[in-house]
Nanobody
Framework: QVQLVGSGGGLVQAGGSLRLSCAASGSIFSINAMGWYRQAPGKQREMVAS???????NYADSVKGRFTISRDNAKNTVYLQMNSLRPEDTAVYYCAATSGVVLTLGYKVWGLGTQVTVSS
């Protein structure tokens, strides 16, 4: 089994920055792609960014150029640096992991969500 613990959410003004962290534990050898989804009130959950064990990254168009995902395999931790935050980035952010290279495909393990609120 894999457990994911996310942290780093909070309240920030538009234009500000936050960094999310997601630490994996348990059967970490089974993990390849890790990343973040988000879900705003009344909207579907959407993939924000993902990174494979080999550091191949993928981003939603809405965050390209503003968010950066990185990974420390030695610490089994993934980070999401969020810059130039906008009110529309407000959502609950969920860490996710899968055994494949594409986070959006197949079975995923989820962490508890962390709230990110961007005020205008």
């Amino acid at each position: 089994q894999v457990q994911l613990v996310g942290s780093g959410g909070g309240l920030v003004q538009a234009g500000g920055s936050l960094r999310l962290s997601c630490a994996a534990s348990g059967s970490i050898f089974s993990i390849n792609a890790m990343g973040w989804y988000r879900q705003a009130p009344g909207k579907q959950r959407e993939m924000v960014a993902s990174i494979t064990r080999g550091a191949i990254t993928n981003y939603a168009d809405s965050v390209k150029g503003r968010f950066t995902i990185s990974r420390d395999n030695a610490k089994n931790t993934v980070y999401l640096q969020m810059n130039s935050l906008r009110p529309e980035d407000t959502a609950v952010y969920y860490c996710a992991a899968t055994s494949g290279v594409v986070l959006t495909l197949g079975y995923k393990v989820w962490g508890l969500g962390t709230q990110v609120t961007v005020s205008s």
